[in-house]
């Protein structure tokens, strides 16, 4: 029987919660792959009292019975993927066992995270807020067909493709009044930075480097169940997003096709993930956006401080017109809420229904998002002020809360099929049937 291929991803600015729902989701699947991103990701995972963080591998990893599979769409910064090896043996997971990489999955290089660091200090005020991982830089290289990818690095010829790299990259830092001087990698200088990067190689050539779309395909042909696994969120898409301050990759369901090399038809469920506020990392619009005490609260009990770069957050309530335009944009199937606890104290929660701008009330997101005034219109509803931990079941859930994520249902036209109720793989409500 032919599979289809299923796919879970965020519908905000990113940091829903979404390694934790693949982890749960896991013991259904046989394949868990990333099809986008980099170690731009953060992707959380907490269960036995202790937290893991993932940047790159897959959050099936923790399941050593099934493969996990970084795909050719995701770039590998080799010394944090070894970094993420190290730190996966010392809690007894060997990655090698269960973990494949693309041939066609393009390196992040040390220059591309200098280049970060020179366009962000170049751009001032206009920055965009990049996690200063390479991102843009080796996405740039790739659409450029300047890139090298993971199958390179088993080249004769791997030296020679890297220096003449670095070479155009040290034109471009030079060419923005800048030397390699000028900025450091984690603390390290280029020289010093690069004699880890090449160690690493090494630690990317004992994994198994495939031609990932032929395993997806044969894979999905035999009736295996695969699992494709987006980073960051849907406002965040290159192309969908709020544009220039996105990541470099489409973030939506698209993405699975180009990311992994499988095609539109192939595709089945699309589990969207959501948390019930909204929080942003770095620069760029967000209408929904609090400063005031409401904003602090969901801040320190939410714990939104990245995981990748660890800065705060912003904080907000939850915004629909931006929740509807992702789900119109991924075909979600499933929505998945993350983070209601974080409401247990609040004695009013409000939900932005739709937008002012310019005197006009609009449900859909504008295209100068950047630039417009946009005045959130909300709906209020009484919290709930109850402690929600230990709840296995919806019906069991307090009334206020039921009403609330009833509302948010019906105005998504989208049935919630599971619930997050902190962030420990064992606290998972499941509402619907998925």
């Known amino acids: 029987m032919i599979s289809k291929i299923d796919v879970l991803l965020g519908l905000q600015w990113g940091d829903e919660g979404k390694g934790k729902i693949v982890d749960v989701l896991t013991p259904d699947y046989d394949i868990i792959a990333r099809f986008q991103g980099g170690p731009n990701a953060g992707h959380t995972l907490e269960f036995d009292g202790i937290k893991h963080i993932l940047h790159i591998i897959p959050s099936g990893i923790f399941h050593k019975e099934k493969k996990n599979l970084i795909g050719n769409g995701v770039l590998v910064e080799p010394v944090i993927f070894k970094k993420e090896i190290e730190s996966l043996l010392s809690k007894g997971v060997d990655a090698k066992l269960n973990l494949l990489i693309s041939n066609k999955a393009h390196l992040i290089l040390p220059t591309h995270r200098l280049i970060d660091a020179a366009n962000e200090t170049f751009k001032g005020s206009a920055k965009i807020?990049?996690?200063?991982?390479?991102?843009?830089?080796?996405?740039?290289?790739?659409?450029?067909?300047?890139?090298?990818?993971?199958?390179?690095?088993?080249?004769?010829?791997?030296?020679?493709?890297?220096?003449?790299?670095?070479?155009?990259?040290?034109?471009?830092?030079?060419?923005?009044?800048f030397t390699l001087n000028s900025f450091q990698i984690d603390g390290f200088s280029l020289e010093e930075y690069e004699r880890l990067w090449f160690e690493a190689l090494n630690t990317l050539k004992q994994f198994s480097i495939i031609d990932s779309e032929y395993y997806i395909n044969d894979a999905l042909n035999s009736g295996k169940r695969v699992l494709a696994e987006g980073a960051q969120g849907s406002m965040l898409d290159i192309d969908f997003g709020s544009y220039p301050f996105v990541t470099s990759s489409n973030t939506v369901t698209a993405g699975v096709c180009t990311g992994l090399?499988?095609?539109?038809?192939?595709?089945?469920?699309?589990?969207g993930i959501c948390k019930a506020y909204c929080t942003r990392v770095g620069s760029g619009p967000f209408p929904t956006e609090l400063f005031d005490k409401d904003g602090e609260v969901l801040r320190e009990k939410g714990r939104e401080y990245g995981s990748t770069t660890g800065r705060p957050r912003r904080c907000g309530w939850i915004d629909l017109p931006a929740l509807r335009y992702a789900c119109m944009l991924n075909g979600v199937t499933h929505l998945v809420i993350m983070k209601i606890d974080v409401l247990n104290d609040f004695d009013e929660i409000k939900v932005c229904d739709r937008y002012e701008i310019n005197g006009?009330?609009?449900e859909r997101v504008p295209y100068d998002i950047v630039t417009s005034q946009i005045h959130p219109v909300y709906s209020s509803y009484r919290g709930w002020k109850q402690d929600i931990s230990g709840i296995c079941h919806y019906e069991q859930?307090?009334?206020?809360?039921?009403?609330?994520?009833?509302?948010?249902?019906?105005?998504?036209?989208?049935?919630?099929?599971?619930?997050?109720?902190?962030?420990?793989?064992k606290d998972t409500i499941y509402k619907d049937i998925i």
């Open 360 to 362: 006009q009330d609009t």
């Open 261 to 271: 090399g499988v095609a539109p038809a192939r595709i089945g469920n699309v589990y």
């Open 397 to 425: 859930l307090p009334q206020a809360m039921k009403q609330y994520i009833d509302s948010l249902e019906s105005k998504l036209g989208i049935k919630i099929a599971v619930i997050s109720t902190s962030p420990d793989r």
């Open 129 to 177: 807020g990049s996690t200063l991982k390479g991102i843009g830089p080796a996405y740039t290289d790739k659409v450029a067909r300047l890139a090298m990818r993971i199958g390179d690095i088993m080249s004769a010829d791997c030296l020679q493709m890297y220096n003449k790299l670095k070479e155009s990259h040290i034109r471009y830092i030079n060419s923005l009044g």
